[in-house]
C-alpha cells in the first residue's frame, strides 16, 4: 500500500469504518472506470464531488448515476451559487487529488450532503483519496463518518 492509502485506512479505521482499502493497478478517476474495476453497478460509486457554496467547500457524495443539480442542492442547504471547485480548490479543502477525493480524510471537516439514492445499493464504493483505491461502505455509514445531510442531489 502507498503511504497516502495507509494514511487513509488509518483514518478508517479511527471512525470504525469495517472496510478495507482496495488498491488498482490503473487509475480509476470515474464511476464508470471504478464500477468496471469492480463489476458493480455505476450507480453504486459513490462520488466524492467538491464545490464551493458562499466561498466554503462543499462535498457531495452523489451516486455515479447521478448528475448533480447544483442550484436544487442551493435551495435546500439555503445557500448562494453552488459552483464546481478547480482541482486546486479540491486539493485545498481536502488534501486529495480530484478523482480521488474520499469522504473523509481531509483537514477538516466539510460541510457535506450524501445522495438519498445510495441507499439503493447494500454496498457502496467510495475513493480512498487517491485515484489508485476505494473502500467498500454503506449509505448509513457515509452519513455517519461524514456528518453528511441525506437529500436528493437531482432535482426531483
Known amino acids: ?6 494514511t487513509f485506512s488509518a483514518c ?8 478495507q482499502v482496495v488498491e488498482f493497478t490503473t487509475e480509476v478517476p470515474t464511476a464508470a472506470a ?3 474495476q469492480l463489476g458493480c453497478e455505476v450507480g453504486a460509486i459513490a462520488n466524492s464531488l467538491v464545490f464551493t457554496a458562499d466561498d466554503e467547500p462543499l462535498l ?11 442550484k436544487h442542492v442551493a435551495r435546500l442547504l439555503g445557500v448562494g451559487k ?11 479543502a481536502t488534501g486529495q487529488p480530484v478523482g480521488g477525493v ?3 480524510g481531509h483537514p477538516r471537516q466539510i460541510r457535506t450532503v ?3 439514492m445510495l441507499a439503493d445499493h ?13 473502500f467498500p461502505t454503506t449509505f448509513d455509514e457515509l452519513v455517519r463518518i461524514t456528518n453528511g445531510l441525506p437529500a436528493e442531489v437531482e432535482k426531483p
Open 114 to 116: 450524501v445522495d438519498r
Open 60 to 70: 457531495i457524495i452523489a451516486s455515479g448515476a447521478h448528475r448533480v443539480d447544483t
Open 34 to 36: 471504478a464500477a468496471e
Open 102 to 104: 474520499g469522504p473523509v
Open 1 to 6: 500500500m502507498s503511504n497516502a492509502t495507509d
Open 122 to 134: 447494500p454496498v457502496v464504493w467510495a475513493g480512498a483519496g487517491t485515484k489508485h483505491a476505494m
Open 82 to 92: 453552488i459552483r464546481r471547485a478547480t482541482p486546486e480548490f479540491v486539493q485545498e
Open 12 to 19: 478508517l479505521r479511527g471512525l470504525d469504518v469495517p472496510g
